[in-house]
């Protein structure tokens, strides 16, 4: 019998769960929650854009920014979960890992796992399930064991 681990998670929570078995309900384990995910654009930097010049003529606009600070956020928190679970993995806490998260804090999170907590990921679902109930996602785990491939 393997233990499994599974994660629930979008850019301001994660939730992690244990199992013996897809048959088992899933036990909540631990919570992380990123705060600072939850501030508005404007609490999240110090200072507006800048304004310039056209080279020609006398139109002005905005100077967007490089780095999107909500963006810089979520990545942040990604690798808080990554380190969390490669943490577990060293600890041998689990066998295999499940990942439930939105597609693109899913690729976040897949980028931020080491490559040996990368190795033990054995199904992923592509959903924000962070604020449903247990039974909801139990409903989105494969239905056997060998429902679990990689994607």
Do not use: C, N, W
């Not at 200072?47 to 909500?70: L, M």
């Not at 963006?71 to 689990?94: S, T």
């Amino acid at each position: 019998m393997s233990r499994i681990r599974i994660v629930v998670a979008d850019q301001a929570e994660a939730i992690f769960y244990d199992t013996p078995s897809l048959r088992a309900r899933p036990r909540e384990v631990a919570h992380l929650s990123d705060p600072v995910a939850r501030l508005h654009d404007r609490d999240l930097v110090t200072d507006r854009p800048g304004r310039s010049y056209e080279s020609v003529g006398s139109a002005r606009h905005a100077i967007t920014r490089e780095d999107d600070p909500r963006h810089q956020e979520a990545v942040k928190f990604a690798r808080r979960i990554a380190r969390r679970l490669d943490d577990a993995r060293r600890r041998d806490e689990f066998d295999d890992l499940i990942v439930v998260a939105g597609p693109p804090f899913l690729g976040m999170v897949r980028s931020a796992l080491s490559r040996p907590t990368r190795e033990r990921v054995v199904h992923e679902v592509r959903k924000d399930l962070v604020h449903s109930p247990v039974a909801s996602l139990v409903r989105h785990l494969p239905a056997t064991k060998a429902g679990l491939r990689p994607d």
